[in-house]
C-alpha cells in the first residue's frame, strides 16, 4: 500500500514495505531545498512510535530522497484512512490546504511565552542538527530527538517548504506479492522436549487438564490439546540437546502450500518440501533469522475432546521466544508474513524486553523476548532456567482469580509456579513451569489497567 503527499513541487511517498521518499517535481526546486523538506517529513513521522521505526541510512539521488523504515503493522490492517490522519494531522495542521502563514500565526500565539517555544531560527539550526543525523550517521537505529522541540514549528515550517497550495491525496495499492499470501490465523502449537515422558504427561495432562493424544505429525511426540485446533506437542530430549527444550512453534494457515510458495517467492531459504499428516493436515517449515523452527501448518481432521478433560483454559492466545534482533524477526514475521503490531514494554525506562505483534489474520501474538543491547537481560545470564522463561506460551482465560482457585481446589498446582501478578501490559498473570522448565503463562484476555510504555495497537483477543 502506498500513500503520496503531492504539491506543485514535491511528492512525498509511504511505501509499507521500502521507505518514504520524497521527490522534488520540477528542476527549478533545489536538492538541498529536498533534503530539508526530508527531513521535516523524517522528523514529524519519527513522532509516531511504535506505527513505525527508522531502520538505516537514507539514500540520496538527483531529484529523491529515500528514507527507510520499518512499518510495525501493515498499512492495509489498520486503514488507509486511519494511518493517513497520524502523519498528515501533525505535520499540516488542521486542514493540509490552511495557508502556512496563517497556521504560524495561530500556533505562535498559542506557545508564545511557554519553554516549548522556538522562534524560527532556533528550529533551523535544530533542522541542520537532524539533517546531520539523518545523512551522515554510519548505520543502525537513530535515536528519538529531544521531545521538547515543539510540533507547532513542525507545522508551518513544512507548510512553508511545501507551499500553501499543499493538498493531500491517498492511494491504496496493495503490493502483488501481499494479496498472493494465504491468511495465517492464529497460533496452532509449540513443540518441546521433555526428559522424562511420564512427568511431562503429568503435567499437561493433570496439572494442565489437557487432552492426551497421538501425534500425526511425529509417531515418536505426543500431543496435548487444549481445543481442537490447539496444542502442545511433546518430543523426547534428543542426545545432545542445546540448553533450549523448544522444539518449534506453528501456526495455522488455511493454505499451506500457497504459504510455501509465497515465502520462496519473498526469499526464504530452507523452507522444507509440503508434508501431509495422518490426520490430513499438511504443513512445511522453515526457520526464522534467530534459527528458531517455524511451522505452517494446515489443519487437518479435528481432534476430538475427550468428555473428560479439564483444560484450565482453551486458548493459547501467544508464544514468546529469545530475540537477539528485532530487525531481524520484523523483516522475517512483518515485512514478509505480515504480522502486526499489538504492544511492548520493559522493566526499566529506556529499554525494550518484551515486543508483541499479531498474527496478520486473527489476534493471537508472537512475544519477541528480548535479550542483549536494548533490554534489560543480558547475554550472560541467559542459562538453561532463564531460556525456559523466555520460551513459553500463555493459555488465555477470562477470570484470573477463578483459574488460580482450580488450581488450589483440586490440588493441580506445579511444583515451581508464581503468581498472579498484574503484569506491565495491564492483564493478571500467573506461571507454571513444566518437568523440564518451559513456562506457562496463564494471562487474562484483555487488559484491566492501562499498560505500561505503550498502547495497544490491534484488539486483543476476547475469549
Request: glycine content about 8%.
Given at each position: 500500500?502506498?500513500?503520496?503527499?503531492?504539491?506543485?513541487?514535491?511528492?512525498?511517498?509511504?511505501?509499507?514495505?521500502?521507505?518514504?521518499?520524497?521527490?522534488?517535481?520540477?528542476?527549478?526546486t533545489s536538492h538541498r531545498g529536498l533534503e530539508e523538506v526530508a527531513v521535516l517529513v523524517w522528523n514529524n513521522i519519527e513522532r509516531l512510535p511504535p506505527f513505525l521505526a527508522f531502520r538505516g541510512v537514507s539514500s540520496r539521488q538527483p531529484d529523491a530522497v529515500t528514507l527507510p523504515l520499518s512499518f510495525n503493522f501493515p498499512l492495509d490492517r489498520?486503514?488507509?484512512?486511519?494511518?493517513?490522519?497520524?502523519?498528515?494531522?501533525?505535520?499540516?495542521?488542521?486542514?493540509?490546504?490552511?495557508?502556512?502563514?496563517?497556521?504560524?500565526?495561530?500556533?505562535?500565539?498559542?506557545?508564545?511565552?511557554?519553554?516549548?517555544?522556538?522562534?524560527?531560527?532556533?528550529?533551523?539550526?535544530?533542522?541542520?542538527?537532524?539533517?546531520?543525523?539523518?545523512?551522515?550517521?554510519?548505520?543502525?537505529?537513530?535515536?528519538?530527538?529531544?521531545?521538547?522541540k515543539h510540533i507547532a514549528m513542525l507545522k508551518f515550517s513544512l507548510l512553508r517548504s511545501l507551499g500553501p497550495a499543499f493538498c493531500v491525496t491517498f492511494i491504496a495499492v496493495m503490493p502483488a506479492a501481499q494479496q498472493n499470501r494465504p491468511a495465517i490465523t492464529g497460533i496452532s502449537h509449540m513443540c518441546v522436549y521433555a526428559s522424562d515422558a511420564?512427568?511431562?504427561?503429568?503435567?499437561?495432562?493433570?496439572?494442565?487438564?489437557?487432552?492426551?493424544?497421538?501425534?500425526?505429525?511425529?509417531?515418536?511426540?505426543?500431543?496435548?490439546?487444549?481445543?481442537?485446533?490447539?496444542?502442545?506437542?511433546?518430543?523426547?530430549?534428543?542426545?545432545?540437546?542445546?540448553?533450549?527444550?523448544?522444539?518449534?512453534?506453528?501456526?495455522?494457515?488455511?493454505?499451506?502450500?500457497?504459504?510455501?510458495?509465497?515465502?520462496?517467492?519473498?526469499?526464504?531459504?530452507?523452507?522444507?518440501?509440503?508434508?501431509?499428516?495422518?490426520?490430513?493436515?499438511?504443513?512445511?517449515?522453515?526457520?526464522?533469522?534467530?534459527?528458531?523452527?517455524?511451522?505452517?501448518?494446515?489443519?487437518?481432521?479435528?481432534?476430538?475432546?475427550?468428555?473428560?478433560?479439564?483444560?484450565?483454559?482453551?486458548?493459547?492466545?501467544?508464544?514468546?521466544?529469545?530475540?537477539?534482533?528485532?530487525?531481524?524477526?520484523?523483516?522475517?514475521?512483518?515485512?514478509?508474513?505480515?504480522?502486526?503490531?499489538?504492544?511492548?514494554?520493559?522493566?526499566?525506562?529506556?529499554?525494550?524486553?518484551?515486543?508483541?505483534?499479531?498474527?496478520?489474520?486473527?489476534?493471537?501474538?508472537?512475544?519477541?523476548?528480548?535479550?542483549?543491547?536494548?533490554?534489560?537481560?543480558?547475554?550472560?545470564?541467559?542459562?538453561?532456567?532463564?531460556?525456559?522463561?523466555?520460551?513459553?506460551?500463555?493459555?488465555?482465560?477470562?477470570?484470573?482469580?477463578?483459574?488460580?482457585?482450580?488450581?488450589?481446589?483440586?490440588?493441580?498446582?506445579?511444583?515451581?509456579?508464581?503468581?498472579?501478578?498484574?503484569?506491565?501490559?495491564?492483564?493478571?498473570?500467573?506461571?507454571?513451569?513444566?518437568?523440564?522448565?518451559?513456562?506457562?503463562?496463564?494471562?487474562?484476555?484483555?487488559?484491566?489497567?492501562?499498560?505500561?510504555?505503550?498502547?495497544?495497537?490491534?484488539?486483543?483477543?476476547?475469549?
Amino acid at each position: 500500500m502506498t500513500k503520496t503527499f503531492n504539491s506543485g513541487r514535491y511528492q512525498v511517498s509511504v511505501d509499507e514495505t521500502i521507505a518514504v521518499e520524497v521527490r522534488r517535481l520540477n528542476q527549478s526546486t533545489s536538492h538541498r531545498g529536498l533534503e530539508e523538506v526530508a527531513v521535516l517529513v523524517w522528523n514529524n513521522i519519527e513522532r509516531l512510535p511504535p506505527f513505525l521505526a527508522f531502520r538505516g541510512v537514507s539514500s540520496r539521488q538527483p531529484d529523491a530522497v529515500t528514507l527507510p523504515l520499518s512499518f510495525n503493522f501493515p498499512l492495509d490492517r489498520v486503514g488507509i484512512d486511519s494511518l493517513s490522519r497520524q502523519v498528515a494531522a501533525p505535520a499540516f495542521g488542521p486542514s493540509p490546504c490552511t495557508p502556512y502563514h496563517r497556521i504560524e500565526q495561530n500556533e505562535a500565539q498559542r506557545v508564545r511565552g511557554t519553554s516549548h517555544y522556538r522562534p524560527p531560527e532556533v528550529f533551523r539550526k535544530v533542522t541542520r542538527e537532524h539533517e546531520r543525523r539523518l545523512f551522515k550517521i554510519p548505520s543502525g537505529r537513530v535515536k528519538p530527538h529531544d521531545k521538547s522541540k515543539h510540533i507547532a514549528m513542525l507545522k508551518f515550517s513544512l507548510l512553508r517548504s511545501l507551499g500553501p497550495a499543499f493538498c493531500v491525496t491517498f492511494i491504496a495499492v496493495m503490493p502483488a506479492a501481499q494479496q498472493n499470501r494465504p491468511a495465517i490465523t492464529g497460533i496452532s502449537h509449540m513443540c518441546v522436549y521433555a526428559s522424562d515422558a511420564k512427568a511431562s504427561e503429568h503435567f499437561y495432562a493433570q496439572i494442565l487438564g489437557a487432552a492426551r493424544g497421538p501425534d500425526p505429525q511425529d509417531a515418536n511426540g505426543t500431543r496435548y490439546y487444549f481445543s481442537p485446533t490447539q496444542f502442545v506437542e511433546v518430543l523426547p530430549l534428543p542426545a545432545g540437546a542445546t540448553q533450549s527444550r523448544m522444539a518449534c512453534v506453528a501456526y495455522n494457515t488455511i493454505d499451506a502450500g500457497g504459504l510455501s510458495q509465497y515465502l520462496r517467492s519473498q526469499g526464504v531459504e530452507g523452507i522444507s518440501e509440503l508434508r501431509t499428516g495422518k490426520d490430513g493436515s499438511r504443513w512445511f517449515q522453515t526457520n526464522d533469522p534467530e534459527g528458531n523452527q517455524v511451522q505452517f501448518i494446515q489443519p487437518g481432521e479435528l481432534a476430538t475432546m475427550p468428555g473428560g478433560a479439564k483444560p484450565i483454559g482453551n486458548r493459547i492466545i501467544h508464544v514468546g521466544y529469545l530475540v537477539h534482533s528485532r530487525a531481524a524477526e520484523d523483516r522475517f514475521y512483518k515485512q514478509i508474513l505480515g504480522f502486526k503490531a499489538y504492544w511492548f514494554g520493559s522493566k526499566q525506562p529506556d529499554h525494550v524486553d518484551w515486543v508483541s505483534q499479531q498474527v496478520p489474520d486473527g489476534h493471537d501474538w508472537l512475544e519477541y523476548m528480548m535479550v542483549g543491547d536494548g533490554s534489560t537481560v543480558p547475554l550472560s545470564k541467559v542459562d538453561q532456567r532463564q531460556l525456559g522463561v523466555l520460551n513459553h506460551f500463555s493459555i488465555g482465560v477470562p477470570n484470573m482469580e477463578e483459574a488460580v482457585t482450580t488450581f488450589y481446589r483440586e490440588d493441580r498446582l506445579s511444583a515451581r509456579h508464581d503468581g498472579p501478578q498484574m503484569g506491565l501490559d495491564g492483564k493478571w498473570q500467573a506461571n507454571l513451569y513444566d518437568p523440564d522448565g518451559t513456562r506457562v503463562e496463564l494471562m487474562e484476555f484483555q487488559p484491566v489497567i492501562k499498560p505500561c510504555c505503550s498502547g495497544f495497537t490491534a484488539e486483543s483477543p476476547v475469549k
